[in-house]
């Protein structure tokens, strides 16, 4: 008997990220940069992990709409916490830097969505204000643990993408360390989103996902603002798409014992 899959796509501002799931554990996963045309990166990550034994596909994030071979559409509020959950099922609250939001989730004992919030009307602290100041600071973003190891927090003034460029253009004519200036940024970021996500209750471990949670300077970060543990994943980044196929995988099982 061949082995059945669920289909996750999850459609976001920066990255497209697709996972195959069966029913144990992660097959197959692709992530991909979203383009100009959301929809032609949806298809590319659909095409390059669909086939026959797929049984169910969903789909999430911005784009969700876009994929038509999708047989259904799930917010991501819904897929980061059944990610989320699945990658740690002890976490209790879910903290997304995407590449243009910011999303808190609760989780209830049964990892369900107990209340969220979400932050999408300002590009600070997200994936591509991050890209922003390792651009103007000449620095490669995978480098960015090594780059900022001992480094001296700037304080910064600035949480604008725009003034905060010009802040980091005048401390560096001033003669103030690149690495300082970095570090100084992440402290920012994580301040702002640690205020941020404490406007709800959290207890318990949090799970940190996105790209950012790629970086562990950002995940110490986060912890010393928020007081509270933080944990993440290799995986962490696929977040969206693991739950969109964890769902697509129960949907479709339901689906052929009826």
């Given at each position: 008997m061949n082995k059945k899959y669920g289909l996750g796509i999850d459609s976001g501002s920066t990255m497209t990220k697709g996972v195959l799931f069966d029913g144990e554990k992660i097959v197959k996963s692709v992530i991909l940069p979203t383009s100009a045309n959301p929809a032609k990166s949806l298809e590319q990550v659909y095409k390059s992990l669909f086939c026959?034994?797929?049984?169910?596909?969903?789909?999430?994030?911005?784009?969700?709409d876009l994929l038509q071979e999708a047989d259904q559409k799930?917010?991501?509020?819904?897929?980061?916490a059944k990610g989320a959950s699945f990658l740690d099922q002890d976490v209790r609250a879910v903290i997304d830097i995407g590449g243009q939001d910011c999303k808190v989730i609760l989780l209830d004992r049964f990892l369900?969505?107990?209340d969220f919030l979400m932050n999408d009307k300002c590009a600070a602290?997200?994936?591509?204000?991050?890209?922003?100041?390792?651009?103007?600071?000449?620095?490669?973003?995978?480098?960015?643990?090594?780059?900022?190891q001992g480094a001296v927090p700037v304080q910064m003034t600035s949480m604008c993408t725009v003034f905060a460029?010009?802040?980091?253009?005048?401390?560096?004519?001033?003669g103030e360390k690149p690495e300082n200036i970095a570090f100084g940024m992440i402290h920012s970021i994580c301040k702002r989103t640690a205020n941020f996500?404490?406007?709800?209750?959290?207890?318990?471990?949090?799970?940190?996902?996105?790209?950012?949670?790629?970086?562990?300077?950002?995940k110490k970060?986060?912890?010393?603002?928020?007081?509270?543990?933080?944990?993440?994943?290799?995986?962490?980044?696929l977040a969206g798409a693991i739950g969109a196929a964890v769902l697509a995988y129960k949907k479709g099982s339901g689906r052929q014992k009826s």
């Open positions: 026959q034994d797929v049984i169910f596909t969903v789909s999430t994030g911005y784009g969700r799930i917010t991501e509020i819904t897929c980061h369900n969505v107990n602290g997200t994936g591509r204000f991050i890209e922003m100041m390792l651009r103007t600071l000449e620095q490669n973003p995978e480098n960015l643990d090594s780059f900022v460029e010009s802040e980091m253009v005048s401390l560096l004519a001033k996500a404490l406007k709800l209750p959290i207890e318990g471990k949090v799970f940190f996902s996105g790209g950012l949670a790629r970086y562990e300077i950002f970060t986060l912890e010393e603002y928020l007081q509270i543990p933080v944990v993440s994943n290799e995986n962490a980044q």
